[in-house]
Structure formats: structure tokens, C-alpha cells
């Protein structure tokens, strides 16, 4: 599959607009990793930090949930299933038979990764409601098979003894440190996920997500590029899941239950269907959210749920689509003012 930007083998007309687009994006991820560097100097809190770490980690499964949802059109209630199983494989490789971190945690996306393309080959030739079931029947499965199986998972009280992250003998042992390692996977997934939607899979993924059949029609082999997003978001859970595993040393398997897949579909809905800097702004703002409720305990659930029926309302395009609605009405309202200024439709100009 070729992903490289803008492959469609023309250089003008649609070329040039996916190149324009690319090069938008690109900036845009640049600006969100300057802000990322600078966040940690701004907060300066031990307890922000560890908030601000989460999101980054739930991000990296959003995009790539976004990937599969917004993009593909394909519904998956298991990624909370992936993230645990990736969690799961590097802990016990790395804290049981004392393999070095680097490999166990590349072990991790890997399995993660070929348990997704064997649950794919099958489930990915259903549709509809009857995928998201299908998806959701694996992710419980899991669940069930993470509390059950207690000589390896340590059961309903979790895994712990996990070592912290160490990367090619560079051991990364303070908060602000990991921070920035998640942070740079973060942006190493937007970059990849970016180059994907940019070229000709993703123009694959867009035409079988408006109609399979127009696309198949259309000589798409839509089996294969339906496989291949379903892997490679399995494969960004993975890796959000392996870095989580060493972030906080214990693992449980209530953090990997179905409210947690639900969590992240409502991450991606939310965030924006097809936006990438949405999902990334839905992980944030729904990681984020419970924290400022904590403050009113005995209403939290009910403040939780009002605030999400009301953005659902009033953001019908998610809160990307809410925010460039507003950046768009700024920009117009700076024109008209500055077209008053230079004498435009009030007739003061100087001349």
C-alpha cells in the first residue's frame, strides 16, 4: 500500500489541494507538539502532569479509533481490549521473565497487532451494529480472561512490579521525562495517521466509508484496506498500552473494561467524526472533564452527562468542527472591523 502524501500520481488539480492540506496539517501538528513541550513549564504540578500524561496516552488510541470510525466507517467496542492486552503482554514479559523493556514492549504492539489481524480477518466481514457486537463480545472476552487468570494477570487485584520505562539503556525515571517520551509517540502517530488520510488509503478508506459497494465497484479491494486500518488502530492502542503499562508500574483490569471502549468512541464522537485534531481534543476534554467535577461529588455523573448531551446539541460536528466555527466568525468579525477602519461600508474612508 502506498501512503506516501499526495501519491495519486497527479501533480495539479486534486494533487495539489492534498498537498495543500498535508502541509496544513503538518503545521498544525507542529504548533500542538510546541504547545506540548511547553505545557509541563506552564502547569508545573506533579498531579497536572500525571492528568496531562493520560491524555496524551488516550489520544494516541483516539486517532487511531478515528482512523478506523470517522474515516473507514468501521465500529469497534474493543479497543479497550487492545490497550489491555498490549498492557498486559509487556508486564508479564518484562516483570515475570525479566526480558528488557524495549523488547517486551515491542512484543506488546506486536501481539496486539496479530491478535487484531486474526479478530479482523472475521469480524471485519460483518457490518453495521452487528460489528460493534462482534468487537464488543471480543473486548469482554478479554476483560473476563484478564480478572480469570490470576497466575498471570494477578487477577481482580492487578499486575504489579512493572519496570519503568528504559529505551536503549536510557532509563526515563522521572515524570517530566516520561511526559515528553509520550508526548513524542503521540506525534509520531498524528504524523502517521496524517501521511495515511493523505494518500491513496486513505481515498480508499473515504469511498468505502460513503459506500462499500461504489467501492468495490470501483476496483478498491475493500477487504484488504478495511484489515490493514482495523490493524494499525489496534496497533496505536497497543502502543498507548504498552507506554501505560511502565507509566504507572500496576495494571488492573477494570482499566480496560467496556465503559472504557465506550469512553473512546465517545472520545472520537465528540472530538469531531473525521477530524483527527478532533479526537485528539475529545481525549483531552473527556480526560480532563472529570477532574473539574470532582468538586461536586455528589452530582458528578449528572454534570458528566449534561455537559456531553449539551456538546452533542450544540456541536453537531464535534468540538473541532465548533472551533473553527468560531475561528471562521473571529476572522470575519476582524474584516469587518478593519474594513470600517480604511472607510469601507461606513463611507469615512481618509481620502
Same mark, same amino acid.
Given at each position: *500500500?502506498?501512503?506516501?502524501?499526495?501519491?495519486?500520481?497527479?501533480?495539479?488539480?486534486?494533487?495539489?489541494?492534498?498537498?495543500?492540506?498535508?502541509?496544513? @496539517?503538518?503545521?498544525?501538528?507542529?504548533?500542538?507538539?510546541?504547545?506540548?513541550?511547553?505545557?509541563?513549564?506552564?502547569?508545573?504540578?506533579?498531579?497536572? +502532569?500525571?492528568?496531562?500524561?493520560?491524555?496524551?496516552?488516550?489520544?494516541?488510541?483516539?486517532?487511531?479509533?478515528?482512523?478506523?470510525?470517522?474515516?473507514?466507517? #468501521?465500529?469497534?467496542?474493543?479497543?479497550? $481490549?487492545?490497550? $489491555? +492486552?498490549?498492557?498486559?503482554?509487556?508486564?508479564? +514479559?518484562?516483570?515475570?521473565?525479566?526480558?528488557?523493556?524495549?523488547?517486551?514492549?515491542?512484543?506488546?504492539?506486536?501481539?496486539?497487532?496479530?491478535?487484531?489481524? &486474526?479478530?479482523?480477518?472475521?469480524?471485519?466481514?460483518?457490518?453495521?451494529?452487528?460489528?460493534?457486537?462482534?468487537?464488543?463480545?471480543?473486548?469482554?472476552?478479554?476483560?473476563?480472561?484478564?480478572?480469570?487468570?490470576?497466575? +498471570?494477570?494477578?487477577?481482580?487485584?492487578?499486575?504489579?512490579?512493572?519496570?519503568?520505562?528504559?529505551?536503549?539503556?536510557?532509563?526515563?525515571?522521572?515524570?517530566?521525562?516520561?511526559?515528553? &517520551?509520550?508526548?513524542?509517540?503521540?506525534?509520531?502517530?498524528?504524523?502517521?495517521?496524517?501521511? =495515511?488520510?493523505?494518500?491513496?488509503?486513505?481515498?480508499?478508506?473515504?469511498?468505502?466509508?460513503?459506500?462499500?459497494?461504489?467501492? #468495490?465497484?470501483?476496483?478498491?479491494?475493500?477487504?484488504?484496506?478495511?484489515?490493514?486500518?482495523?490493524?494499525?488502530?489496534?496497533?496505536?492502542?497497543?502502543?498507548?498500552?504498552?507506554?501505560?503499562?511502565?507509566?504507572?508500574?500496576?495494571?488492573?483490569?477494570?482499566?480496560?473494561?467496556?465503559?472504557?471502549?465506550? #469512553? &473512546?468512541?465517545?472520545?472520537?464522537?465528540?472530538?469531531?467524526?473525521?477530524?483527527?485534531?478532533?479526537?485528539?481534543?475529545?481525549?483531552?476534554?473527556?480526560?480532563?472533564?472529570?477532574?473539574?467535577?470532582?468538586?461536586?461529588?455528589?452530582?458528578? =455523573?449528572?454534570?458528566?452527562?449534561?455537559?456531553?448531551?449539551?456538546?452533542? *446539541?450544540?456541536?453537531? @460536528?464535534?468540538?473541532?468542527?465548533?472551533? @473553527?466555527?468560531?475561528?471562521?466568525?473571529?476572522?470575519?468579525?476582524?474584516?469587518?472591523?478593519?474594513?470600517?477602519?480604511?472607510?469601507?461600508? @461606513?463611507?469615512?474612508?481618509?481620502?
Amino acid at each position: *500500500m502506498d501512503v506516501t502524501p499526495g501519491s495519486s500520481g497527479s501533480k495539479t488539480g486534486s494533487g495539489s489541494s492534498v498537498d495543500s492540506g498535508y502541509g496544513r @496539517d503538518m503545521r498544525w501538528l507542529g504548533g500542538f507538539l510546541a504547545l506540548l513541550l511547553v505545557a509541563p513549564l506552564v502547569i508545573g504540578n506533579n498531579y497536572h +502532569l500525571t492528568v496531562l500524561t493520560m491524555c496524551c496516552l488516550h489520544a494516541m488510541v483516539a486517532v487511531g479509533l478515528n482512523l478506523l470510525v470517522g474515516h473507514a466507517g #468501521q465500529i469497534s467496542l474493543g479497543h479497550a $481490549g487492545f490497550y $489491555g +492486552l498490549a498492557a498486559y503482554t509487556t508486564a508479564g +514479559l518484562s516483570a515475570t521473565l525479566g526480558l528488557p523493556v524495549g523488547a517486551s514492549m515491542a512484543a506488546g504492539v506486536g501481539v496486539t497487532s496479530g491478535v487484531a489481524a &486474526l479478530i479482523g480477518l472475521p469480524a471485519l466481514k460483518l457490518r453495521g451494529h452487528y460489528l460493534a457486537m462482534a468487537t464488543l463480545g471480543f473486548g469482554i472476552i478479554l476483560s473476563i480472561l484478564f480478572n480469570e487468570t490470576v497466575g +498471570l494477570t494477578g487477577g481482580p487485584s492487578g499486575f504489579t512490579g512493572i519496570p519503568r520505562l528504559s529505551l536503549a539503556g536510557v532509563e526515563f525515571t522521572s515524570d517530566l521525562s516520561v511526559f515528553y &517520551l509520550i508526548a513524542a509517540c503521540l506525534g509520531l502517530v498524528v504524523w502517521l495517521s496524517f501521511n =495515511i488520510l493523505h494518500s491513496r488509503v486513505g481515498r480508499a478508506l473515504r469511498a468505502l466509508h460513503t459506500s462499500e459497494k461504489a467501492a #468495490q465497484a470501483m476496483g478498491i479491494d475493500i477487504a484488504r484496506y478495511k484489515l490493514f486500518i482495523f490493524v494499525i488502530s489496534a496497533a496505536f492502542a497497543g502502543l498507548a498500552g504498552v507506554l501505560y503499562a511502565h507509566y504507572l508500574t500496576f495494571i488492573a483490569p477494570a482499566s480496560f473494561g467496556f465503559l472504557f471502549s465506550v #469512553q &473512546l468512541i465517545v472520545m472520537v464522537v465528540l472530538g469531531g467524526m473525521t477530524s483527527i485534531p478532533g479526537s485528539i481534543v475529545g481525549a483531552f476534554f473527556l480526560t480532563v472533564l472529570p477532574e473539574f467535577l470532582r468538586a461536586f461529588e455528589s452530582i458528578e =455523573i449528572l454534570l458528566f452527562g449534561a455537559i456531553l448531551v449539551l456538546c452533542m *446539541m450544540y456541536l453537531p @460536528d464535534g468540538l473541532a468542527g465548533g472551533f @473553527d466555527r468560531l475561528w471562521r466568525l473571529a476572522w470575519v468579525r476582524l474584516g469587518r472591523t478593519g474594513a470600517r477602519s480604511d472607510g469601507g461600508p @461606513d463611507g469615512e474612508g481618509n481620502g
